[in-house]
């Protein structure tokens, strides 16, 4: 007979014994809490012994990979988690601190069936999780989660035998080997190396180096109390000191990695901030060149360039708009056989022959490397210049409270589809469909758009616009979004606004 967790709150004696783990934790594609506010220790190996018991259940080999990110509470909280997971009689491989991708990596180098990554990503100190899986490259979608939450929460863990423990040296450097291959530059490049302090640091340096890149470091450093800033090349504050970075020292563009090392942020030549939609298409157009008839995966957040722009109609590819999330949209690069996905967060998914299907923003940085390299004559400037202009919001966040903000998101859905049955515009424009595959784009009749969805991650909405047309008409999209957003008294201010 077992029974649900009980209630327990920090600083009791029960905190120090008992599980506690706050249900919102379990989102929609990752778990992660505040520390130690949200979940104690305690609570962690409630969380290995969980997703243990939904290893065995499933049939999977009981094998995992382990890692941790650097963080200074990243330690603890992964042995905690290892306690739970030897529990419920898993194999653990501890490969040590590791970006995301190198624990993903090591699915494949171990050939082990799950992973399990303690890591908060690109959330700030105080927030920690576990990035998971079991079926390589995928991780944890919806209904993976929904059911470790209930498992977790109703007490279901079942301990069990032939639980063990192994610290497996050297994946770091497979993982660089892997990344590196046999390709070295033929074109000298000068790259700012922008790691904020996080984990990042121990890696991309490096590997830039083993390509032939001259690096320009920008807070290389190793420091997990994030001295100038969390590392979220998605961050305008990230993104503007790349470009003065680029500015000042001349480099040919800055490459950026956020906490866990699974994104990556470009900043080009001239000190111009290209956000990771248009970087995707500068990548899909170089990719499509050598893979004619190519489908890209976007998610709904991205430019309406995968699907319009002239280069890649010219090349045959096909565009797929999809869920955000690293992990719809692993599971979709995988389910239709794309070449590559792109997300405007800055997670990439490069499949078979380039990667594994899994976001890795080393891979990225050596695949952007590679693409100027098969581009001599370009810069990067030059590349952006060379897309289709439209004008885009950065990606913003109004806050709305993680018990509220899917009602609130499924009231403004139903308003949008209301106004474009009733015939009404948006910036003056007619509104030719409304895409709810996940939250509602708004789709104007000239391709300029408009989205609101919400946060799987944060106690957020998320608002992102762009125009084919002026600065004036994206800003108008915005406004008039907003306006319905206002209609809903649950929803704050934003994080940044244009």
């Keep these: 007979m077992t029974k649900p967790l009980p209630t327990v709150t920090p600083n009791t004696w029960e905190f120090l014994r008992d599980a506690m783990i706050a249900p919102t934790g379990f989102?929609?594609?990752?778990?992660?809490?505040?520390?130690?506010?949200?979940?104690?220790?305690?609570?962690?190996?409630?969380?290995?012994?969980?997703?243990?018991?939904?290893?065995?259940?499933?049939?999977?080999?009981?094998?995992?990979?382990?890692?941790?990110?650097?963080?200074?509470?990243?330690?603890?909280?992964?042995?905690?988690?290892?306690?739970?997971?030897?529990?419920?009689?898993?194999?653990?491989?501890?490969?040590?601190?590791?970006?995301?991708?190198?624990?993903?990596?090591?699915?494949?180098?171990?050939?082990?069936?799950?992973?399990?990554?303690?890591?908060?990503?690109?959330?700030?100190?105080?927030?920690?999780?576990?990035?998971?899986?079991?079926?390589?490259?995928?991780?944890?979608?919806p209904d993976e989660m929904a059911e470790l939450r209930d498992i977790v929460l109703e007490g279901r863990g079942q301990p069990a035998p032939g639980g063990s423990y192994e610290f497996v040296d050297g994946v770091?450097?497979?993982?660089?080997?892997?990344?590196?291959?046999?390709?070295?530059?033929?074109?000298?490049?000068?790259?700012?190396?922008?790691?904020?302090?996080?984990?990042?640091?121990?890696?991309?340096?490096?590997?830039?180096r083993r390509i032939g890149v001259e690096v320009i470091p920008s807070h290389n450093d190793l420091d997990y109390t994030f001295p100038n800033y969390n590392p979220n090349p998605e961050a305008m504050e990230m993104l503007h000191d790349m470009a003065k970075t680029v500015r000042e020292s001349g480099a040919d563009f800055a490459l950026g990695f956020d906490g866990d090392g699974d994104r990556c942020g470009v900043v080009d030549d001239e000190g111009e901030e290209i956000f990771a939609d248009k970087v995707g298409v500068i990548m899909a157009r170089d990719l499509s060149k050598l893979y004619p008839n190519s489908t890209f995966v976007a998610d709904v957040k991205s430019t309406g360039l995968f699907a319009?722009?002239?280069?890649?109609?010219?090349?045959?590819?096909?565009?797929?708009?999809?869920?955000?999330?690293?992990?719809?949209?692993?599971?979709?690069?995988?389910?239709?056989?794309?070449?590559?996905?792109?997300?405007?967060?800055?997670?990439?998914?490069?499949?078979?022959?380039?990667?594994?299907?899994?976001?890795?923003?080393?891979?990225?940085?050596?695949?952007?490397?590679?693409?100027?390299?098969?581009?001599?004559?370009?810069?990067?400037?030059?590349?952006?210049?060379?897309?289709?202009?439209?004008?885009?919001?950065?990606?913003?966040?109004?806050?709305?409270?993680?018990?509220?903000?899917?009602?609130i998101l499924d009231r403004l859905v139903d308003k949008l589809v209301a106004m474009h049955e009733a015939g009404e515009t948006i910036a003056g424009r007619a509104i030719k469909e409304v895409v709810t595959v996940n939250g509602a784009r708004v789709i104007l009749d000239n391709g300029s758009w408009g989205l609101v969805r919400a946060s799987s991650n944060t106690p957020?909405?998320?608002?992102?616009?762009?125009?084919?047309?002026?600065?004036?008409?994206?800003?108008?999209?915005?406004?008039?979004?907003?306006?319905?957003?206002?209609?809903?008294?649950?929803?704050?201010?934003?994080?940044?606004?244009?």
Excluded at 173 to 201: H, I, P, Q
Aim: charged share 25%; aromatic share 8%; with cysteine.
């Design 172 to 208: 770091r450097e497979a993982y660089l080997d892997d990344l590196v291959g046999d390709f070295t530059m033929t074109r000298k490049l000068r790259v700012v190396c922008a790691t904020g302090n996080g984990t990042a640091s121990a890696f991309a340096p490096e590997l830039f």
């Design 460 to 498: 957020n909405l998320v608002v992102v616009c762009e125009s084919s047309e002026s600065d004036d008409e994206m800003r108008a999209i915005f406004s008039d979004i907003d306006a319905v957003i206002r209609t809903e008294p649950g929803v704050g201010a934003y994080d940044q606004t244009i």
């Design 308 to 407: 319009s722009d002239p280069e890649l109609k010219k090349n045959g590819v096909t565009a797929d708009y999809w869920k955000t999330g690293h992990s719809h949209m692993k599971r979709r690069v995988k389910e239709i056989g794309a070449l590559a996905g792109f997300e405007k967060s800055g997670h990439y998914f490069l499949a078979e022959p380039v990667g594994r299907g899994y976001d890795c923003g080393m891979r990225v940085a050596v695949e952007i490397c590679k693409l100027m390299d098969r581009n001599p004559d370009m810069s990067m400037s030059d590349l952006r210049r060379a897309l289709p202009q439209t004008w885009s919001t950065p990606t913003m966040s109004p806050y709305a409270a993680d018990t509220e903000k899917y009602d």
């Design 27 to 141: 989102r929609e594609y990752d778990a992660r809490w505040k520390y130690p506010d949200e979940i104690n220790l305690p609570g962690m190996t409630a969380l290995g012994l969980g997703l243990g018991t939904q290893i065995r259940a499933r049939g999977i080999d009981p094998v995992i990979a382990v890692a941790n990110d650097y963080r200074d509470y990243s330690l603890a909280i992964k042995n905690a988690l290892i306690l739970g997971l030897m529990q419920a009689g898993i194999q653990v491989k501890d490969i040590g601190p590791a970006l995301s991708p190198m624990a993903y990596f090591a699915q494949f180098h171990l050939d082990v069936p799950a992973v399990a990554m303690v890591t908060a990503s690109h959330n700030p100190n105080g927030w920690t999780g576990v990035k998971m899986g079991f079926e390589r490259p995928l991780t944890h979608g």
